[in-house]
Every structure is written in structure tokens, then in C-alpha cells.
């Protein structure tokens, strides 16, 4: 697996949890400005990217 790879799985996984999330509590999340959703959408990305880097690496 090249660092190209890893980059790929970190995007598709990233965005799954995400989509996933939005989607199981779409009520709450529908309520958030665009400015807090992005913050929520970061912070998912960066938890994601740990977790795929811990467990390839």
C-alpha cells in the first residue's frame, strides 16, 4: 500500500463516517449553521485520519 493509497482509503473513510453521521442524526445536524457543520465535518476527518493511520501504519 503506497502513501497514495492511504490518502484514498482516508477520503472514502472520512466521508462515509460523515455521510453516516449526518444521516443518523439529521434532525440535530439540520439545526447547525454552515459554519458549524464544517467544524463538525473537520473534526470527524481528523478522528477518521488517526484511526486509518494507527491501523495501517
Not at 457543520?37 to 484511526?51: D, T, W, Y
Amino acid at each position: 500500500m503506497t502513501e497514495k493509497d492511504i490518502g484514498k482509503v482516508l477520503g472514502l473513510f472520512s466521508k462515509d463516517v460523515v455521510e453516516d453521521f449526518l444521516k443518523d442524526h439529521k434532525t440535530q445536524t439540520d439545526l447547525l449553521e454552515k459554519k458549524e457543520l464544517k467544524l463538525v465535518r473537520k473534526s470527524f476527518a481528523k478522528i477518521a485520519n488517526a484511526m486509518v493511520v494507527k491501523r495501517l501504519l
